[in-house]
């Protein structure tokens, strides 16, 4: 579903991807880890569409997506791309479900069937009771929840989740652990996370090594 291939990126004199190349299944959770520095959130960046490579190439559904530039490129990445991040990033001005539904309202769908689908997945993430509530009455646990149905509310082809338990504690680093999986069950949800947290990368179907700008392992 989706493919990159021979990625270079530098940054000034710094070569931080070094020809990597990777293909990600329908319904996969795959994890990248490494050390610092490896280059995993900047290929992250790079497959989704918040950076561009030097060289080479990444295929979405059969869509060179390296190609697409302005409008096209926000429209594509908004309709087919979910994202996780260490810090939840939501509007603080918004309620919990505001804050699920504004991708979709940007998509251009009906207000009604994105309050709909946003509903839905408040429930599957448990924070029915949550719909009204601002970030900041919110746990971080409830908040990196509901940035998850954020991520999940145009039904994207795969969501880039880069270091998603990182500001959480233990036991809420294992719900979102949990619930990725969960989601991955009911509705075959892609997943490429980018972790150091061991637990939450040997649960995955693959666990990609990198180091130095490139895959260690053959099965990338």
């Avoid at 294992?174 to 989601?183: N, P, R, S």
């Avoid at 009911?186 to 972790?195: K, R, Y």
């Avoid at 637990?199 to 990198?210: F, I, P, T």
Wanted: some cysteine; charged content about 20%.
């Amino acid at each position: 579903m989706l493919t990159a291939k021979n990625i270079y990126k530098r940054y000034g004199t710094v070569e931080v991807l070094k020809g990597v190349d990777v293909t990600i299944n329908k319904g996969e959770v795959v994890s990248i880890v490494g050390p610092s520095g490896s280059g995993k959130s900047t290929l992250l960046h790079i497959l989704g569409t918040l950076d561009k490579p030097d060289s080479g190439e990444v295929f979405l559904h059969n869509q060179n997506i390296t190609r697409l530039h302005g409008n096209a490129l926000a429209a594509f990445r908004n309709q087919h791309i979910g994202f996780v991040f260490q810090f939840h990033h939501l509007l603080p001005e918004f309620t919990a479900i505001e804050n699920v539904c504004i991708p979709g309202w940007l998509n251009g769908k009906a207000k009604s069937d994105v309050k709909s689908r946003a509903v839905k997945l408040l429930n599957v993430l448990g924070l029915s009771h949550r719909l009204e509530n601002k970030p900041a009455q919110l746990s971080g646990g409830e908040q990196q929840r509901v940035a998850v149905a954020r991520a999940l509310i145009n039904s994207p082809a795969i969501v880039f989740a880069d270091e998603p338990t990182g500001n959480l504690d233990t036991a809420n680093a294992k719900e979102l652990h949990q619930l990725f999986f969960d989601l991955r069950q009911q509705f075959q949800q892609t997943f490429l996370i980018v972790t150091h947290n061991e637990e939450l990368a040997q649960l995955s179907d693959r666990v990609l090594q990198m180091k130095d700008g490139k895959f260690q392992t053959a099965n990338a």
